[in-house]
């Protein structure tokens, strides 16, 4: 007999678990690192040299606001070409199997939903949409760049650095006078936002519920590619935990949740996944 792949150690174990089906995704940014979407956190991470965008700086400091889509504006071409990897394919592949039920996503790539998985909580919120902090408007963010097309016909600033989680890039200070900004049509003027939750912002009250309940129906909880440092996704591994819900992480590198995990790979989403969904799909 010979040994599997070390990589691959682990995976029989899941494909048990997962073919009980219904079992809940939970994705963090791991999951979109092979897309060329960047993790804060994760062995790549660019938390050091980029700060990312807080709901304080964001609603209070018109400046700030200003910065990060003038930013946002030459970081959406790149997260716009963004395209699901190997790792959603395969969500998909096991959700329409049946194996997982609902994916909850701490990804605000909208990337699980491109690759044709289907129920996905954007727990983050996603960068496809705007929500006006004056009115509530929830716009399409496609529309609103043919707006700052028109709006910033010769914007054309240097940019060497990837583009950041956020979906912004950096830019040079004295670049950002020359951008100009568009506001709400809905209600005339109220200042855009994307429709995440930024670092510092708390997710909808109803969200949570919502996802708590998920957990609650699940067979098993598995995590994908998140070090499950924000409280935000982590609180559903305490949660699934203490009702004795099976929780499986998969992940490059050591979680938070490890401790509370019934089952741990540390290896490559790229190639855990495909084969987990050969084996249940
Ligand atoms: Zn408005």
């Not at 200003?66 to 963004?82: E, K, L, M, P, T």
């Not at 855009?192 to 930024?198: A, I, T």
Request: charged share 20%; aromatic share 4%; net charge negative.
């Amino acid at each position: 007999m010979t040994a599997a792949p070390v990589a691959l150690e682990g995976v029989p174990a899941l494909a048990d678990l997962l073919a009980d089906g219904g079992a809940l995704v939970l994705s963090g940014a791991g999951l979109s690192t092979d897309s060329g979407i960047p993790d804060y956190r994760g062995a790549t991470g660019s938390l050091r040299r980029h700060t990312p965008m807080t709901w304080q700086t964001f609603t209070r400091d018109p400046r700030g606001r200003h910065r990060y889509w003038a930013r946002s504006f030459v970081g959406w071409r790149q997260i716009g070409d963004a395209r699901p990897n190997a790792g959603h394919r395969a969500v998909a592949a096991l959700q329409a199997a049946g194996a997982v039920g609902e994916v909850i996503t701490q990804n605000v790539d909208g990337l699980h939903q491109a690759a044709g998985a289907r129920d996905v909580v954007e727990l983050h919120g996603g960068l496809d949409r705007t929500v006006c902090l004056g009115c509530g408007d929830v716009a399409d963010r496609a529309a609103l760049d043919v707006r700052l097309r028109a709006a910033n016909p010769g914007f054309r600033p240097e940019v060497t650095e990837e583009v950041n989680p956020d979906g912004d890039v950096e830019l040079p200070e004295e670049a950002l006078d020359g951008f100009v900004m568009v506001d709400c049509l809905a209600c005339g003027g109220g200042p855009l936002k994307p429709d995440v939750v930024f670092f510092g912002e708390t997710v909808p009250r109803d969200r949570v519920d919502h996802c708590f309940g998920l957990v609650d129906s699940a067979r098993s909880l598995l995590v994908l590619g998140s070090s499950l440092t924000v409280m935000s996704g982590y609180r559903f591994v305490i949660h699934a935990a203490k009702r004795g819900i099976p929780v499986a992480i998969v992940n490059s590198g050591p979680t938070r949740g490890d401790a509370k995990a019934d089952l741990k790979v540390d290896a490559p989403l790229g190639a855990v996944l495909p084969e987990l969904a050969r084996r249940v799909a």
